[in-house]
């Protein structure tokens, strides 16, 4: 939803910047997936710490595609690197968050924590997949960025369990809303 609708903004903000950055889009990806783990391992700890350590991996996410746009070092490799990363970092926020959980002795979190990693991963599964099959699929309410701040808010705010569910629910309705976008495509293919 963020993404669909600000995908590129930045770009033309971060241009002048980002022409004059010796690093890599590669090494910033690295850069923001090591908050993010860093954010992770924060978590078991001091939440709000975490909350502004999620937000600085998240600008480092925004930050490597504007750069690797900009300066025309946009890869195939740079694509599926970050598109890796991401998938580690969201699994790694939250199996914190499971682990918080556990700790807590709370089933209920443990179980929504599992599940927003599941409905999480199916929402960029479906993307991938379709994408494959050559349909633009980034339809939905939950796709990564608002996964990112809905996590990030929570931290700060600490409802952590607020957070998961509202990950857990909104991102079994995005792929959902996924499935259906492929099949009323492939049916009007057909």
Same mark, same amino acid.
């Given at each position: 939803?963020?993404?669909?609708?600000?995908?590129?903004?930045?770009?033309?903000?971060?241009?002048?910047?980002?022409?004059?950055?010796?690093?890599?889009?590669?090494?910033?990806?690295?850069?923001?997936?090591?908050?993010?783990?860093?954010?992770?391992?924060?978590?078991?700890?001091?939440?709000?710490?975490?909350?502004?350590?999620?937000?600085?991996?998240?600008?480092?996410?925004? +930050?490597? @595609? &504007?750069?690797?746009? !900009?300066?025309?070092?946009? =890869?195939?490799?740079?694509? $599926?690197?970050? *598109?890796? #990363?991401?998938?580690?970092?969201?699994?790694?926020?939250? +199996?914190? @968050? &499971?682990?918080?959980? !556990?700790?807590?002795?709370? =089933?209920?979190?443990?179980? $929504?924590?599992? *599940?927003? #990693?599941?409905?999480?991963?199916?929402?960029?599964?479906?993307?991938?997949? &379709?994408?494959?099959?050559?349909?633009?699929?980034?339809?939905?309410?939950?796709?990564?960025?608002?996964?990112?701040?809905?996590?990030?808010?929570?931290?700060?705010?600490?409802?952590?369990?607020?957070?998961?569910?509202?990950?857990?629910?909104?991102?079994?309705?995005?792929?959902?809303?996924?499935?259906?976008?492929?099949?009323?495509?492939?049916?009007?293919?057909?």
């Amino acid at each position: 939803m963020l993404g669909e609708r600000f995908g590129h903004f930045m770009d033309r903000y971060l241009a002048p910047a980002a022409r004059n950055i010796p690093v890599s889009p590669n090494a910033l990806t690295i850069a923001g997936f090591l908050i993010t783990a860093l954010a992770a391992w924060v978590m078991l700890s001091n939440l709000f710490a975490a909350g502004l350590l999620i937000v600085a991996g998240g600008i480092f996410d925004m +930050l490597d @595609g &504007a750069v690797a746009r !900009v300066t025309g070092r946009e =890869s195939v490799f740079g694509a $599926l690197l970050d *598109s890796t #990363l991401d998938r580690f970092s969201d699994a790694l926020l939250l +199996l914190a @968050g &499971a682990w918080i959980f !556990v700790q807590a002795g709370s =089933s209920a979190g443990v179980f $929504l924590s599992a *599940s927003a #990693l599941v409905f999480s991963f199916l929402v960029s599964y479906i993307r991938a997949r &379709a994408e494959g099959l050559l349909i633009q699929c980034r339809t939905g309410l939950m796709e990564r960025p608002e996964r990112i701040a809905v996590m990030a808010v929570g931290c700060l705010v600490d409802q952590l369990f607020v957070a998961v569910a509202v990950i857990s629910i909104l991102s079994a309705v995005t792929a959902m809303q996924r499935l259906l976008h492929v099949w009323r495509t492939i049916s009007q293919r057909d």
